[in-house]
């Protein structure tokens, strides 16, 4: 018994230690694989890579590794400049049609060369003070715009203008059903699009399909849908695809039948609901046949891809990030010539209408050899912009650009620091650092980033670098991060309160004295109490510290004290409106709408480009007031501040990068703040002075609050006042404080103190320790 | 035989110490390494590092108050738990209803503790709803003054409260029911039965207590964090938000002394404690 009990642990033994020691490696052997990976596999493995994917789309068999072959991107080059770009189409012959405009005249462009070589097929007048809400091209050629024409029918709101090959135009208005919409307009076309019959189709504001006879404009329901509304359509063949947040059901242009479900294409707007947010008369995502028989190629802000009927998956022919499509998810159409290229046509990061070709070409790799890594915390419409720029002259190199705030999975700024600093702790660090949000003076005394003043001297040499902001970024003989642009900070109203504006105290002196003399005016824009301070912060934050970085309590402490004077003129609740940024588009704060009408006297803010100055010179002449510098005119607020990693392994790429990011083509356009680099400076001066200029037609317009509209033309970047903006820019010379610790702390504590949950003395206080802690750390 | 029998007990005891290796021990080895180099972990700088540390002022607050709070919470929590614990024993037949109630508090989501301390020690909160009713002064803003430290101590109490009550009973179950009768009929009274019996059985595992309500002492922070973020009220600044924040600035340098001599003095801690009850 006992011998049999001995030989049983002996058994139990030599049964556990194998279990055991498997146990024992097995965290190991998966900790091992655990790591980074260079990340090259990711793409491949979701990479069609072409021609031969597109045949096996729909068997999941994506290939990639260390296959060659993938689309390039490439522009396309119309003849003519033209203003708008109504639609794209593929004709019977393999040619393709490009319907624009030029603002009087709508064109039709045809190539029988894949886009490499146009010409121009008909024009035809007519266009002028339009509003199109649609337009289509048929396999025939013919081009269908739907729209409001005052030229063609002063009266007629929804006419059908059909541009037949030969450049014969007939005009039709369409005869929709009543809307239940409270629009005074009734029903509207909202988009069109020809299936490959050469039948037309719309939806209206019913958002119900219609079949139109373009004979008699009679419009009649073309598929009998009753579940989720529909946000778009789109039409590949012969089958209709409805977009709905809950799928996306198929039917038979032919005879409106349903057809079955495809779970592949259910997914693409299940996954993902910025795919069915229509908000602009673009689309999130284009549809059109492929080469095989009942399938289907889209584009979206993912890339292209190929579904093959049937299928359990898309195969994504073109990543986004390897190309333009993602920048602003807003496209027009898509065409698929043949297996080697695909058109798209959609809106650039620069707000233009821009066709791109992608072209299989077998011999590049599939995913590009080298990586170029760029992080930023948050969205930038600017950074996206210069990565496919970049991306589209160095086609060797992948750029992966790292959102830390996508604002899609509730990441804090905190947890996106946490993330990007254990990535930088495990050797990881990106290659491109966008520093706006980061702890920037850590990185730079742990030597996380590399020293500029090489790379910004050869910027200064080619296109000449803005000196006055350069210097205030000089440190110990270098200089480690440089903004790519800033805004500037401004004053709007009567010329007393501009020269008041001297000092925070002064202007919050002269905003009392406005109330006492208008006691039932409102004096400031209307503001919540954390714009406010927003607003506030970014003029006064550049006063807080003293040059050897200690807190200047009186500065901080009479900065609460005059936000709070402020706040109280007109004491706006929390839920008034701010001005917040919009899909990563910075977006100036010092609005003059209110100044205009007269609801408010004193505007302030920032201004982050021309159009922002346009507003405020509009302003001056219309109201009489005057628009100036906060303070002594030395603050700005730099925007991209970016820095170079020490440590990278690719210094060229990183560094051809940095001087696309500060270069002509991506920097100082609209929305992207005022450049750094001269040169861009002067573009952005030009196509100010020509697009704003004094012959400018344009004009804005906005609802009163009594119902009546207001507005202004674009027409004041007069030589004069170009130079003043100018004047303006050679004044900064200050940087606000971006430290993102010290502007939390003083919003909390200062929304406390403004709305009377504290004292000044509390506030102060808190403020005081907390600020005094964070130094000391 | 007896090489046997160690084989099987290694056998049981390697996939957990393996796991422990892996997660703790050799990460903590690269702790110390570090905190002999500079930030980024290049350049050796030998003990600089730990006197930045001791020098750093905010390091000098976090530690004190976080020895405070160790010295206020430990007594209180463990005298609090072992009285309770006392009492149940005679609780009769209320004992498991009351056992599962102090547990509650545990079972609570840290998200909505906070919430709670939200609500009730806001300057607009149910606190001082309550003070103004009975006409005592308010409009304090709890968390933003010295109460806030009072308000850590007391979240910490309720939280582990059931826990210790629950280990302590543990403890006073294993205590043969014969010896206390024994003792009766030898004329013994109850304190006399407390300190020659209970307090004698219950030695051993009091040690288990004590060492296991110091490390959940510091869990506290996870909602002193949630409810004052990053830069709380003076007085409930704690070493884990210094470390948090030193860790948002990348200052690894700082970060790894700092945690080796925390460790050190923990470990002494423990150390010490063992020794008083092992004499």
Known sequence: MRGKKKRGIAALSAALLPVALLITMLPAALLTGCGKGNGKQDVSSTEGGGPQQVADAGTGDGGGGGAKGRYIESDLVLPEVTEKIYGMGKLDDGSVIVAASTGRTALVFQSTDMG????????????????????????????????YFMDIDEMEKNMLVLIAPDGTKTSTPLILPSTDSELASGNLAEQL?????GNLFLMDLNYDILKVDTGTGICTKAIDWSGSRP??????????????????PRFSTADGSSLPDAAALDDIVRTDYSIVQKASDSLPMVVTSGMEEGSIVYANHNGIFYYKEGGSISEQLVNSELSSLGVTGSYYSIVMLDEENILVQFVNAMEEFQICRYRYDKDIPAVPEKELNIYALEESQALRQAVSLYQKEHQDVYVRLTVGMTGKDGVSAEDAISTLNTEILAGNVPDVLILDGLPVESYVEKGILADLTGLL???????????????????????????ASFFLVLVNGPEDAVNAAATLEGFADYGQKLREEKPDQAILKENNPEQLLWDLMQMDSANWFEADGALKEEALENFLIQAKRLYDLDGYPDDAAGIHQYSGMPVGTARTDGLLIGTEEITYGTAVDMIDFVGQFATCEESGSTCGLYGDGSVFVPYLMTGVSSSTKVKEDAEAFYKTLFGTECSGLDGHGFPVNLAAWEAMKAHAAETYGPDSMISIGFS???????????????????????????????PANTDAVIQNLVIEQGLRYVKGDSSSEEAMAALRQKISLYLAE | MRRKKRMAGWCFVLPGFAGVLLFYLIPFLDVVRRSFYNAVGKQFCGLANYRTVFENAAFRLAAGNTAKFLAVCLPLLLLLSFAVALLLQRAGRLAPLIKSACMVPLAVPAASVVLIWKLVF?????????????????????????????????????????????LWLAGLA??????????????????????FITLPYIRPISFTIIVISLLNSFKVFREAWLVAGNYPEESIYLLQHLFNNWFRDLAMDKMAAGAVMLSAVILALVAALKRSWDK
């Not at chain 1, 946000?231 to 996306?248: E, K, P, R, V, W």
């Open chain 1, 704 to 734: 009163t609050p009594d119902g009546t509209s207001a507005g202004y033309m674009m027409n004041t970047m007069t030589e004069e006042n170009i130079a003043r903006v100018e004047a303006m820019a050679e004044q900064a010379k200050t």
């Open chain 2, 122 to 166: 806001d300057g607009h909160g149910l606190l001082n709803g309550l003070l103004e009713r009975v006409g005592l002064p308010w409009g304090s803003d709890w968390m933003n003054t010295g109460a806030a430290f009072g308000v850590l101590v007391f979240s910490y109490i309720w939280k582990n409260l059931g826990y210790d009550v629950v």
């Open chain 2, 174 to 195: 294993s205590v043969p029911e014969t010896l206390y009768e024994a003792a009766k009929m030898d004329g013994a009274g109850s304190l006399a039965r407390f300190i």
């Open chain 1, 193 to 197: 699009a020809y299936d490959a019959s």
């Open chain 1, 231 to 248: 946000s778009y359509f789109g039409i590949a063949g012969q089958t209709l695809l409805l977009m709905t947040d809950d799928g996306m």
């Open chain 1, 116 to 147: 490499e070589t146009w010409t121009t097929r008909c024009e035809v007048d007519g266009f002028g003070n339009s509003w199109v809400q649609g337009a289509a091209v048929a396999p025939d050629g013919t081009v269908a715009v739907a729209g």
């Open chain 1, 457 to 483: 001297d050869q910027i200064d040499q080619s296109d000449g670098l803005r000196s006055n902001i350069r210097e205030a970024y000089q440190k110990d003989g270098g200089c480690y991060a440089f903004p």
